[in-house]
Nanobody, 123 residues
Framework: QVQLVESGGRLVQAGGSLRLSCAAS????????MGWFRQFPGKEREFVAA????????LYADSVKGRFAISRDNAKNTVYLQMNSLKPEDTAVYFC????????????????WGQGTQVTVSA
């Protein structure tokens, strides 16, 4: 089992920045690809960004490319999502994900989920 705990979500103005963190515990963190997904009300959870086991390969959804950056610190068992130039349409619950699969670009490839953290971007 892998336990994931997100933090960092809050209310922010459009154009602002936010950094989400996800702390992992349980199995060996570096054995898992890590990702971020988000969910809008009434919608399916969608892919945002992913990073491979050693952090050398990253993937992004087109909607966040150039604005968001995913990174990981295997010594701290933590993955981050730096979000810049935030827009109101980025408002969602953001979920951390862990998987033995790569690329981690679909919710169906996820093995473990965090509980989610709310990000709200005001206009």
């Amino acid at each position: 089992q892998v336990q994931l705990v997100e933090s960092g979500g809050r209310l922010v103005q459009a154009g602002g920045s936010l950094r989400l963190s996800c702390a992992a515990s349980g199995r060996t963190f570096s054995n898992y690809a890590m990702g971020w997904f988000r969910q809008f009300p009434g919608k399916e959870r969608e892919f945002v960004a992913a990073i491979n086991w050693i952090g050398r390969t990253t993937l992004y959804a087109d909607s966040v490319k150039g604005r968001f950056a995913i990174s990981r610190d295997n010594a701290k068992n933590t993955v981050y999502l730096q979000m810049n130039s935030l827009k109101p349409e980025d408002t969602a619950v953001y979920f951390c994900a862990a998987s033995r699969n790569w690329p981690l670009d679909s919710r169906y490839k996820t093995d473990y989920w965090g509980q989610g953290t709310q990000v709200t971007v005001s206009a």
